[in-house]
């Protein structure tokens, strides 16, 4: 009667697995990534920054590409994260890139160390205009040889700076000037500088890349233009140069330094992670006479633009 309670016993972890030596179909072994990002905060507002994952896994011993996986807008919805089943035991790393779109590529994926992203104008030498307003995610794991389902959480660092440029003040200004459309800017933008693309561990690239981006005529004005875009991030220490220039030849007539704008307002762009960053350009009297100054976007109202 004793041994038949004993080999009870042993049994009753089989029984409770489902995991028989001679019959695996019951065992399950899965790893489970539960997305998390905090932003300035402790309260988790993953769901209001990000809409989409790319996720990349990696042997951690090899750095080589196992598997990718996206989890789009309706899987974080149902489950804000993903669970890997088919991972065999092993030491693992995961690179995950949050909100990667129409203005993001890759890169040498193959090889975690070799793996990056930047805009796609980057890989193909043509003009940059904005990124995406990426998040990053690194999560180092190990699969055992137990038959378990392990739930870790994976957290989110932001991996963009949101730029937003205002100039007003044209209506007065002598300047380089050349209209095109009637609705167009007289002057274009630029930003020099900045990192090309940034690889799979975080780090920006050596190699830089300058941004063009798009100038629209701001609501409700008739002298007034914005350039809203997304940069990779720097710090405040940096070569950065926002230039005005001819829009018909390319030619800077302006040159403003990031790094010293930064120390001048007493900005850091090192001290959180969501950075915004406004910049209002207003051209004053006849000539090239320019003041620079941070705004908040409430603060812009049409009326600004009348002398």
Known sequence: MKK??????????????????????????SYTLLFRYTGDGTTDIFRQKVTKVDLYVYNAETKQLVETHTVDRAALKQLQGITLNNLTPGNYEVICWGNAGGHSSVDKTENKEAG??????YYEGTSIATNDELYHAIKSFTISRAWEDVKETCD???????????????????????R???????????????????????????????YI??????????????????????QDENDIELQLTNSATGEPFYTLSMEQYLADNNLSVEDKQ??????????????????????????????MDEK
């Open 4 to 29: 038949h309670i004993l080999l009870f016993l042993l049994l009753i972890p089989c029984i409770l697995t489902g995991c028989i030596k001679d019959n695996m179909d019951d065992c399950h072994r």
């Open 116 to 121: 990056s992203i930047a805009s796609p104008g």
């Open 156 to 178: 989110f660092t932001c991996a963009h700076i949101n730029m937003k440029v205002r100039m007003e003040g044209f209506e007065d200004a002598v300047l380089p000037l050349s």
């Open 180 to 210: 095109g459309a009637s609705d167009a800017c007289p002057v274009g933008l630029r930003m020099t500088s900045l990192a090309g693309c940034c690889y799979f561990n975080g780090e920006p690239s050596e190699t830089l890349a300058t």
């Open 213 to 234: 981006p798009a100038i629209i005529r701001s609501a409700g004005s008739e002298t007034a233009y914005e350039a809203g875009f997304c940069t990779l991030r720097f």
């Open 274 to 303: 969501e950075v915004e960053l406004y910049i209002l350009i207003r051209f004053e009297g006849r000539g090239v006479g320019i003041t620079v100054k941070p705004f908040e976007e409430e603060d812009i109202h049409p009326d």
